[in-house]
Structures are given as C-alpha cells and as structure tokens.
C-alpha cells in the first residue's frame, strides 16, 4: 500500500496532475469544433490583497486541447480558472466573442497564515474565429 503525503507541495502537484489530465482527455478544438479555425482567450487579473499577476494572452488553434481551464497564475495556489462552460456554449453556437468574470477556485497560504481561499479575479474575454465556410453554414 502507498501513502501520499498530505503536504501542501503534494496538494498543489496533485491538483495540477489532475488538471494536466482532463486536458489531455478533452480532445482536440478541431475535432470537437471542427469550423473553429482560431480562439483567443484573455485573462486580465484583479487581486484584492496583493499585486495582481500580469495579463495572459492564449491563442489556441485546432490541435490544441478543446479545454478551458487554466492554472491560476500564483505559485502557491491550489484553483484554477475553469472557463468551459463559457467557451463550449459559445463555440457550439458559433458565436464571435463572449467575456465576463470569473473568480479563483483554490485555497493558498498568504503571510505564513492557514491556507485561505485565493479570491484572484480574473476579467476574461474569449474570441472565436471560423472558417468562411461555417459562416455560410450558421
């Protein structure tokens, strides 16, 4: 039998493992949105205790992952920024664009305190582009 040690560096491995794993699992864009020819993903954080991270710019195109989860940008966070349920509507209905806010789902450790919940914000803005063909077609 194996035991996993409970630390929080196992914790936050652990987590992005796991989050590794459901990309590899998703797919591709191009099988999944087949007329997608490019996405543009923005994420503009905003951090109510500290500096925020600076801006992430994704280009993705179609043999990347068909998966919208991405890390959040502080070392020693657990959560993640999950923006699936966003972008999969919107690229099933060939939509251009769609942005909104979302926040952190992690915990972390700030000032030598208890694990806390992150609450990083972040802005986001996701752009699609098709091929002429699907235009014609949706």
């Known amino acids: 039998m194996r035991f996993v040690s409970r630390t929080t560096r196992s914790?936050?491995?652990?987590?992005?493992?796991?989050?590794?794993r459901r990309r590899a699992a998703a797919g591709t864009l191009g099988e999944a949105?087949?007329?997608?020819?490019?996405?543009?993903v923005e994420l503009c954080f905003t951090a109510s205790e500290s500096t925020a991270p600076a801006a992430q710019r994704h280009a993705l195109y179609p043999p990347a992952p068909a998966y919208?989860?991405?890390?959040?940008?502080?070392?020693?966070?657990?959560?993640?920024f999950d923006l699936n349920?966003?972008?999969?509507?919107?690229?099933?209905?060939?939509?251009?664009?769609?942005?909104?806010?979302i926040q952190c789902s992690?915990?972390?450790?700030?000032?030598?305190?208890?694990?806390?919940?992150?609450?990083?914000?972040?802005?986001?803005?996701i752009t699609a582009q098709y091929q002429a063909s699907s235009a014609q077609k949706g």
């Open 106 to 125: 992690g915990s972390r450790t700030r000032s030598g305190m208890p694990r806390q919940p992150c609450s990083l914000r972040a802005d986001y803005m």
């Open 85 to 101: 349920g966003v972008a999969s509507p919107l690229l099933k209905k060939a939509k251009s664009h769609v942005d909104g806010t």
């Open 33 to 40: 949105f087949p007329y997608v020819e490019q996405i543009r």
């Open 68 to 80: 919208f989860e991405f890390a959040c940008p502080f070392g020693d966070c657990d959560g993640s």
């Open 11 to 20: 914790l936050l491995e652990q987590s992005r493992e796991q989050l590794l």
